[in-house]
């Protein structure tokens, strides 16, 4: 009879450690293990060679090793305005544009949502659909729409509305237009499903109490679709706080985001430490309204039960 | 079944001149090309407990929306204390609805659910808290006016529910199934409690059940409906001893029908010939019924009485015990028929162990009074 080839029960694991240890082990190497390197880069010196940095644990003769840990490029962030105008300049954008994708997002969500079950499904591929092109296009595409002779351009001049070209490309104007419009659906995606999901005998239940419509909105629907706002604000504004392509392509000189700068110091300046500094803070500064998020996501849990 | 009024012989409202508080007329809706609600014509009185019966699809629903404002009739129209609100919106009607669901909203604890609607009419908020403590008390839930829905237990969210719906007085309460959620024991004991507030407030109750137990504990008056039609609109006793047809007769308790046609009339008294029954039928019967007509009698099984011996007068049957069902308080029992017909009877267990119990196989005589069977013509 021949047995059944199985682990030794020893090394047998639950599926459950699988399970959660599938998304960890993915989220370890290729998150916390690249991230450990641009902190060990970010703590050492800028020096001219290959790579650009130098090492901080070295060897120095015959066994003695030494650490040198440099936090002056934390330094230098802290005391050269420009990176703390930066990090202000990409705040900026993207705390804007959240909001702007908000106003613009929230009626677009709760449209779908309210919409017959057979307009769903087209409307919402009508959001899905611009990620079936690649998103460099999307942006070139902007940069001929907006530019001096671009279409916007041509139609108000040909309204006669303008003489002159408005100056519209390389301005803050085009980074939100492009930053905004990129970004939507990331908002819309999530708020739709908190929406869809709200209870509609809750607006009949204030409708009877004497609720006019437009206070059942403030009063039921938006208290209650604050998780899908949180979540939709959440993945516009982390991803727009670092982003580089919108404010390279369509912003101008006085554009000053901190993706934009990081991109600088890695490749112009080749100063890696720095911008790994740079890096780091970025993602600790993000860290704080994650979170935040979950904070409230766990409190929402729990009164919902 | 429990009775908490007096039973008038008579319907109490059919003779009132008083406007009717609500006034349904003619009113239909279609969804596509189904009628939900196909040309019902209703008045309901001033304090009436009103239940709207019948089995899922039946339109009870579709007609209690109409009157909360949730859905427009496609024709007909409705009129509330006199005023037509065919096309008034549901937050200017002076009509609160208890949801099946019971809609309370979650992101609010209960004393903000209780309030929500006396701050739509800016009701001052010393009063607010007053009528809600005094909602609180109503429904005996002053001890939980600070949780969240999800914190309450089924019956506590139902008395929640219930203090909302109140705490605007409004001249007439909607309850959709109001009790659908409760276990059975609660079911009961809030049948009685729901009465009583009813009788204390004064406010017309207009309940859509699916329960003829609870239709027939709690009601002032029932609309039986069938397939977007009203059936019958009568008391609770009279719905139950005087059905007007097969359907009204089916869906509340159980009954005996047999088929026949009528010999002859007079003095209030049909005598009805029926080959099912293998006897003649005498029921009592005040309207003029042709000879030769096609009829039902109906009887129901507890108006049975069994007989020692055979007799060959009107309403005496004759037949063999097939099935005996014990409940504990009554018996029932399954007769078989000389035609093969089946019929239902049954007696209360008055002793613990009779001498002599009706058992398997056994002949019986059955016969009952005329005054206690009824006949239908639909």
Redo the contacts between chains.
């Keep these: 009879m021949m047995s059944r080839l199985s682990w030794p029960t020893a090394l047998r694991v639950p599926g459950r450690v699988w399970v959660i240890g599938a998304p960890w082990f993915w989220l370890a190497l290729f998150f916390i293990l690249p991230f450990l390197f641009v902190l060990k880069i970010s703590l050492s010196e800028a020096v001219l060679a290959q790579p650009p940095y130098l090492d901080w644990v070295r060897e120095v003769e015959d066994g003695m090793v030494l650490i040198q840990l440099n936090f002056g490029n934390y330094l230098m962030l802290w005391e050269d305005s420009l990176y703390l105008a930066a990090l202000w300049g990409s705040f900026k954008v993207a705390a804007i544009s959240t909001l702007i994708c908000l106003l613009i997002g929230y009626p677009m969500a709760y449209a779908i949502a309210l919409a017959p079950n057979h307009w769903r499904m087209p409307l919402l591929m009508l959001i899905i659909l611009p990620f079936w092109t690649s998103f460099l296009i999307r942006v070139y595409a902007w940069m001929g729409i907006l530019k001096d002779n671009g279409l916007i351009n041509q139609v108000l001049m040909g309204m006669g509305l303008i003489s002159e070209p408005l100056q519209i490309l390389h301005t803050p104007v085009a980074v939100y237009i492009g930053v905004v419009y990129s970004y939507l659906p990331f908002l819309v995606l999530p708020l739709y499903a908190t929406l869809i999901r709200l209870d509609n005998t809750l607006l009949e239940a204030a409708a009877d109490l004497g609720c006019r419509p437009w206070k059942q909105f403030l009063t039921i629907t938006l208290p209650q679709s604050v998780p899908g706002i949180l979540a939709g604000s959440m993945l516009v504004f982390i991803p727009v706080m670092g982003e580089f392509v919108i404010p390279d392509l369509l912003g101008g000189p006085d554009t000053l985001m901190i993706g934009k700068l990081m991109w600088t110091e890695f490749f112009s300046n080749k100063d890696w430490p720095l911008a790994s500094a740079l890096a780091s803070v970025l993602l600790v500064v993000l860290i704080i309204p994650f979170v935040l998020m979950r904070h409230y996501e766990q409190k929402t849990a729990d009164n919902l039960g | 079944m429990p009775q908490h009024r007096p039973a008038p012989n008579d319907n109490p409202w059919a003779a009132s001149d008083e406007e009717p508080i609500v006034r349904v007329e003619n009113v239909t809706k279609t969804f596509g090309n189904t009628y939900a609600v196909d040309d019902i014509s209703l008045n309901i009185h001033r304090g009436e407990f009103f239940s709207l019966l019948g089995a899922s699809g039946c339109g009870k629903t579709t007609l209690l929306r109409m009157l909360?404002?949730?859905e427009t009739p496609t024709s007909g129209r409705i009129f509330i204390d006199g005023q037509d609100v065919t096309h008034v919106?549901?937050?200017?009607r002076p009509?609160?609805?208890m949801?099946q669901?019971y809609?309370?909203?979650?992101?609010m604890t209960v004393a903000q659910n209780i309030a929500?609607?006396l701050k739509?009419?800016r009701m001052p908020s010393l009063h607010i808290r007053e009528r809600v403590s005094e909602m609180m008390a109503l429904v005996q839930i002053e001890k939980l006016a600070n949780r969240?829905p999800?914190?309450l237990s089924g019956g506590q969210r139902q008395r929640v529910a219930l203090a909302?719906?109140l705490a605007?007085h409004p001249k007439i309460l909607l309850l959709d199934e109001p009790l659908g959620a409760l276990d059975k024991k609660l079911r009961e004991q809030t049948q009685f409690e729901l009465v009583n507030i009813q009788e204390r407030l004064g406010i017309t109750f207009i309940v859509v059940t699916h329960d003829q137990e609870e239709a027939m504990t709690m009601s002032s008056r029932i609309a039986l409906m069938h397939e977007g039609r009203i059936e019958q609109v009568d008391t609770p006793r009279r719905m139950y001893e005087f059905p007007i047809s097969r359907y009204a007769a089916g869906f509340i308790g159980s009954v005996n029908l047999f088929h026949g046609h009528v010999v002859e009339h007079n003095n209030d008294m049909v005598l009805i010939r029926s080959d099912e029954a293998g006897a003649d039928l005498l029921v009592h019967h005040s309207q003029p019924l042709l000879s030769g007509m096609e009829i039902t009698v109906a009887v129901r099984p507890e108006k049975i009485i069994v007989r020692e011996q055979r007799n060959d007068e009107p309403n005496h049957l004759h037949g063999v015990i097939q099935e005996i069902a014990y409940l504990g308080d009554v018996s029932i029992y399954h007769i078989e028929l000389a035609s093969g017909k089946r019929v239902q009877f049954t007696q209360s267990n008055v002793q613990a162990l009779a001498e002599q119990p009706l058992t398997w196989g056994q002949e019986v005589a059955l016969s009952w009074n005329p005054y206690s069977c009824g006949v239908l013509s639909q």
């Design positions: 909360g404002g949730f919106p549901p937050y200017e009509i609160n609805m949801f669901s809609a309370l909203f979650p992101h929500f609607g739509q009419d969240k999800h914190q909302r719906a605007k």
